[in-house]
């Protein structure tokens, strides 16, 4: 089996499991966790909403104390193993938005970041919380650690006015203190306030445009890579940031050595080395981990069946139909070409 089978293989096995990269599992799984738990008799009986808390930690971590399992409150592949709960239903195609332009970065991936990144980090969270490190972060997994960041920001009362410096301190504090009894989705009763949509947008797409800026100087061909090799490099900036290269060292040059290449499926099979040791301590980082590989394998297909590079395929393979469609557009073009060149050369013969 050739390293980019092994690799689809591989993410195929592990498509939607585990959690969040923050610790903010998908909802859908949380729910199954909450109900499954109250099944067995956990008393008392976890609200089935969604949402991780002391409470939902701690049934987890009764079911793990009883059952041989790593006591960490963590619903990990192991613990979902353990209840026999399979993954969660792919939700199909990723919702988009009309995301600003940002030179040099394909519309598609602009579009669908959004969504893409909130199924590892929280989609569009407006409260401060904690991720699992103890860090305080806001909307899709935007650091705000060290406080400057949140004082930056325009942080609401639920009544609409804007809080002040102190508030926003004292809030930042809490949540901060907090961890790590209160973490991720949690955080969100531990203060009142919130950003509203719009601050929500400007700061993701903010955060996006600067990381692209620094990536478009690292990667050598980057603005002319497919959308899903652009997608797979802002799902590492958004893990490690966007000096991720730098970060892995060897690893990190063994990446920007074969992306300058075009060698997609390789860049895959470094990220799986590079993030080894960060995935063996922080599970809740595999499902980003897995989407990043699935990108890049996309990508490398794409340059090879010459598919349109503007087509985010992620969360499914290149489509065979605009690999097709490419191809009758080439076809179709040199058949105008070599028409254009008969009447040239009719043309000649009459003229000259």
């Keep these: 089996m050739t390293n980019e089978n092994r690799l689809r293989a591989e993410l195929i096995a592990r498509h939607e499991r585990s959690q969040s990269a923050f610790g903010a599992e998908p909802p859908e799984v949380i729910k199954q966790v909450q109900t499954f738990l109250n099944s067995q008799g956990w008393q008392p009986a976890l609200a089935v909403d969604g949402v991780t808390g002391p409470k939902t930690n701690a049934a987890v971590t009764w079911w793990q104390q009883t ?25 199909g195609k990723l919702q988009t938005v009309n995301g600003p332009a940002i030179p040099g970065l394909r519309q598609s991936v602009v579009d669908a970041f959004p969504d893409f990144s909130g199924k590892f980090e929280g989609k569009g969270l407006p409260y401060m919380y904690t991720d699992s490190k103890g860090y305080v972060t806001t909307v899709t997994g935007n650091l705000i650690d060290p406080i400057g960041a949140a004082l930056a920001l325009p942080w609401k009362h639920p009544d609409g006015s804007l809080a002040s410096s102190q508030e926003i301190e004292d809030a930042w504090n809490t949540v901060k203190n907090a961890w790590p009894g209160v973490q991720s989705t949690a955080s969100q009763s531990l203060t009142n306030l919130r950003l509203d949509k719009s601050a929500l947008d400007s700061l993701l797409f903010r955060t996006l445009a600067n990381n692209n800026d620094y990536l478009k100087s690292q990667i050598a061909g980057y603005t002319n890579h497919p959308a899903d090799a652009q997608m797979a490099y802002h799902s590492l900036a958004w893990a490690w940031g966007p000096g991720f290269a730098r970060v ?13 290449n075009n060698d997609f499926a390789t860049a895959a099979d470094v990220v799986s080395a590079a993030s080894a040791h960060e995935q063996s301590i922080n599970p809740g980082i595999v499902p980003r981990i897995d989407a990043t590989k699935q990108l890049l394998l996309n990508a490398d297909t794409a340059v090879k069946k010459k598919a349109d590079f503007d087509s985010l395929f992620y969360p499914g393979p290149v489509e065979a139909a605009t690999i097709l469609a490419a191809g009758i557009g080439a076809y179709i073009a040199g058949g105008i070409l070599f028409i254009a060149g008969l009447f040239g050369y009719q043309y000649y013969k009459e003229h000259y």
């Design 67 to 91: 059952h041989g399992l790593t006591v960490d409150g963590v619903i990990g592949p192991q613990t979902l193993a353990s209840m026999k709960l399979g993954p969660v239903p792919s939700a």
């Design 248 to 260: 892995w060292g060897q690893h990190g040059q063994d990446f920007l050595n074969a992306v300058a």
